[in-house]
């Protein structure tokens, strides 16, 4: 091992992930920028891809494996870290391909931005030449606001995010308390530490897997998202919305996520969201903080019927 701390340390979790992984680990050690290590946590796997990572790890002395049971990514990326030598931390999964000068761009970017804590950037779901649809920073919000409900949340595609090491420690990595929301939670307390941008550049090819998701994942997803809000407000000293102004919140999630993957759940969902909207819409709109909910249910149903 080089005795030098590298500048960046990439952080890849891999369960069973043979059929991409070797393109995964070579876009990462052929990047541009060469002072980095790579920390491949093969968490469990029962494919191939425990010989490929020795063959791997064998041809280059800048990448290391660790070898665990399977305990999920949560478990995974917290067992990486200790590991870590870098200024910088990057993720980093198994079936995607990071652009040679990803680690170097956002490298050069905390760099140069001091008030930044985390830089994530643009990836692209198809390496041949698209629309623009088809590139996503994951989030809408440039900054993280919470004294409006729903708040406003900054965040960047968890699998291109560089993050700042000595930050990444203080918070005490990542919590296993909001499964299917991990990413979201960090990125909620992140914000506490600086700002999280995403410079409109590609960063990443990453692959859509369809299934990936099911539907009963997506409902934990969304209430763990939901409650590292609420925990967030908290922190912040800032008053929870009602019950009733929370049930909507939480069914406006959920009905935009369907919006994607079922046509038949959002036809059984418009009436109780448009119920929601006629319940919250009295109160909220004479409130500063919460008039941003009626409004937002209202374009998702408007959105849903032209969609139809």
């Known amino acids: 091992m080089n005795p030098d701390p590298p500048r ?22 052929d ?29 280059d002395a800048r990448m290391r494996v660790l070898t665990r049971g399977n305990g999920g990514i949560v478990a995974a990326l917290n067992a990486a870290l200790p590991l870590v030598r870098g200024r910088y931390v990057a993720r980093m999964d198994a079936d995607d391909v990071s652009f040679p000068d990803r680690l170097a761009f956002q490298a050069r970017y905390l760099d140069h931005h001091p008030e930044t804590v985390l830089v994530g950037g643009r990836a692209v779901a198809d390496l041949r030449p698209r629309p623009a649809s088809t590139r996503t920073t994951g989030g809408r919000h440039a900054r993280t606001d919470l004294s409006v409900f729903p708040p406003r949340i900054a965040v960047a595609m968890h699998p291109l995010i560089m993050i700042r090491a000595d930050v990444l420690r203080a918070m005490g990595g990542y919590l296993a308390t909001y499964p299917h929301a991990e990413d979201y939670e960090l990125f909620i307390r992140a914000s ?117």
């Open 8 to 29: 960046v340390s990439v952080i890849l979790p891999c369960y069973n992930g043979a059929p991409y992984v070797r393109e995964a680990v070579r876009s990462i050690l």
């Open 31 to 59: 990047q541009t920028l060469s002072e980095l290590e790579l920390i491949v946590v093969d968490d469990g796997s029962t494919d191939a891809s425990p010989a490929i990572l020795r063959e791997l790890a064998a041809g």
């Open 192 to 308: 506490a530490w600086g700002r999280i941008d995403n410079p409109p550049v590609d960063m990443l090819f990453y692959r859509r897997h369809e299934g990936a998701v099911s539907i009963a994942n997506l409902e934990v997803q969304e209430r763990s998202a939901v409650r590292a809000e609420l925990d967030a407000l908290a922190r912040a000293g800032l008053p929870a919305p009602s019950p009733r102004m929370l049930e909507a919140y939480l069914r406006l999630r959920l009905f935009r996520r369907y919006r994607a993957i079922s046509p038949a759940r959002v036809r059984a969902m418009r009436l109780p969201v448009l119920r929601d909207l006629l319940a919250v819409a009295p109160k909220a709109v004479l409130s500063r903080r919460f008039r941003r909910l009626p409004l937002l249910i209202g374009a998702a149903l408007v959105r849903s019927l032209r969609s139809a």
